[in-house]
């Protein structure tokens, strides 16, 4: 059974389930693909049960609005109080404040549940958690807690110390979600982050703790440098234990999608052990030399992907990351590129995907870039 961590008067599982990106039908890119295959969508919903797994996590936009209904059908066979429940609001997709009611309802209906567990402002910066304040949504969400409707408010977070100073102060948070990798412990500021919160007595969860595969695919010289330290142990291993080995996150949330990811992420928080001073030393030189790479830092969660010109955004970052880090030779990169139906040279720099981007990435620019490296 995977480890567990004390919250409040219970435990949480220290693996999470992500819902992003669950195994499909059809070989669409995951995150847009609503085809999602039910039967082995429940095989890993069962395998992370029955191994322990408690926490489940979605949101409304995940495979184009089919997630929340897929986790909430397959949680329905087991006991309500033997597993928590994780929802968000898109206040993005609110144009006034009936909208958040109307949401959180269809939320409901769509997981055939009475209520969440957790329930988060999805991907919070000032100017998203401004519109929150402004439609009322801390003040709704305590009065669902009210009705027993919502257990655990929070918030997931995607920008700068100083918002997050500024979110942190406005309200009493049960817990907090930020991405946080040995990559983005100093690109994105996670270890400031994580001192906020900590420092705040907020728990944390983890998103995106292999930066969307990018830790699980490593380079050569990186997967030789992991398995001469520990012989037999995975990439997505390292990065898994990098995040878990700090004190105050509660669980790693991962986007599993095969039985394969699902028993290595077992075995890694089975008897959970952390990483010592000097593994902690080694992910720090792994990011280094991930560095010195130039990759883009996008981690496909295609937030981006509702381009009105149709450029596959997410799709082009990551055959040119494969060039970067020597995955793929730059013949072969053009080679990839050329099959993208959506290539870059169809962006009209109209700004939209980068308001999007989680990441911060000026995508618009890099598209120029990329289209003449990759062409």
């Known amino acids: 059974m995977v480890d567990k961590r004390k919250f409040k008067d219970t435990e949480v599982s220290l693996l999470g389930l992500g819902t992003m990106r669950l195994p499909c039908k059809t070989a669409l890119k995951r ?21 322990g797994v408690n926490y489940f996590d979605t949101a409304y936009m995940y495979h184009v609005g089919k997630s929340e209904k897929f986790i909430g059908t397959a949680l329905k066979k087991y006991p309500r109080d033997t597993y928590f429940l994780a929802d968000k609001m898109p206040i993005w997709m609110c144009t006034k404040k009936s909208d958040v009611e109307k949401i959180f309802k269809k939320q409901l209906e769509r997981t055939g549940h009475d209520y969440f567990d957790f329930y988060l402002f999805h991907s919070m910066g000032k100017e998203n958690f401004d519109k929150c304040e402004k439609y009322g949504l801390y003040d709704f969400l305590l009065e669902m807690k009210k009705q027993g409707k919502v257990k655990n408010i929070g918030f997931s977070f995607h920008s700068n110390i100083p918002d997050l100073k500024y979110i942190v102060e406005a309200h009493h948070w049960d817990f907090a979600q930020i991405q946080m990798n040995y990559l983005d412990w100093k690109n994105q500021d996670a270890e400031n982050q994580y001192k906020i919160l900590t420092d705040a007595g907020i728990p944390v969860i983890v998103m995106e703790p292999v930066r969307g595969g990018q830790l699980a695919n490593v380079s050569d010289e990186i997967a030789d440098m992991f398995e001469k330290a520990r012989p037999g142990k995975s990439a997505a291993s390292w990065a898994m234990k990098f995040v878990a080995s700090h004190d105050n996150v509660l669980t790693v949330l991962s986007g599993m999608n095969s039985p394969e990811q699902m028993l290595d992420n077992l075995d890694t928080f089975t008897d959970f052990v952390p990483l010592s001073d000097s593994e902690m030393k080694i992910c720090e030189n792994a990011a280094a030399m991930i560095n010195k790479n130039d990759v883009i830092p996008c981690t496909g969660c295609d937030y981006c992907g509702d381009c009105p010109k149709e450029v596959k955004i997410s799709s082009i970052f990551a055959t040119y990351n494969k060039v970067k880090t020597g995955e793929l030779t730059i013949p072969q990169g053009k080679e990839e590129y050329a099959k993208i139906d959506g290539k870059a040279n169809l962006c009209v720099a109209c700004g939209k995907c980068a308001n999007h981007c989680p990441q911060g990435i000026a995508i618009p620019e890099k598209m120029k870039e990329l289209d003449y490296f990759l062409s």
Do not use: C, H, R, W
């Open 31 to 51: 995150e847009n693909n609503p085809m999602i295959d039910y039967k082995k969508g429940q095989e890993l919903v069962d395998l992370a049960y029955q191994n």
